[in-house]
């Protein structure tokens, strides 16, 4: 019903910046929120940053400063501007969305991942 389509990963070098982007598409209602979590090897998958439709965001204390989620609504796309990057940041950056689905309700969804990757 919702499919999410991730771009902007890559190779990056410390203190460096990289910029994802991801496009919700699909036969939906309304997405509600939309964010990144990221998983990096032998982690358990955490919480980047969201955006409420409404506007109010939230970040993972770790990216707090250094990374700003921005949301274009009439394009269903929100971007995610990632600068200051280090080690810790190496990950794969998976978007995710809430959206309201006729029949089906609320339900979440997941991109396939952008990896990225922070050199010393």
């Known amino acids: 019903q919702v499919q999410l389509v991730e771009s902007g990963g890559g190779l990056v070098q410390a203190g460096g910046s990289l910029r994802l982007s991801c496009a919700a598409s699909?036969?939906?209602?309304?997405?509600?929120?939309m964010g990144w979590d990221r998983q990096a090897p032998g982690k358990q998958r955490e919480l980047v940053a969201g955006v409420m439709s409404g506007g109010r965001r939230n970040y993972a204390d770790s990216v707090r400063g250094r990374f700003a989620i921005s949301r274009d609504s009439a394009l269903n796309t929100i971007f995610l501007q990632m600068n200051s990057l280090n080690a810790g940041d190496t990950a794969v950056y998976y978007c995710?969305?809430?959206?309201?689905?006729?029949?089906?309700?609320?339900?979440?969804?997941w991109g396939q991942g952008t990896q990225v990757t922070v050199s010393a």
């Open positions: 995710n969305a809430e959206a309201t689905v006729r029949l089906l309700g609320s339900r979440e969804y």
């Open positions: 699909g036969n939906f209602v309304s997405i509600n929120a």
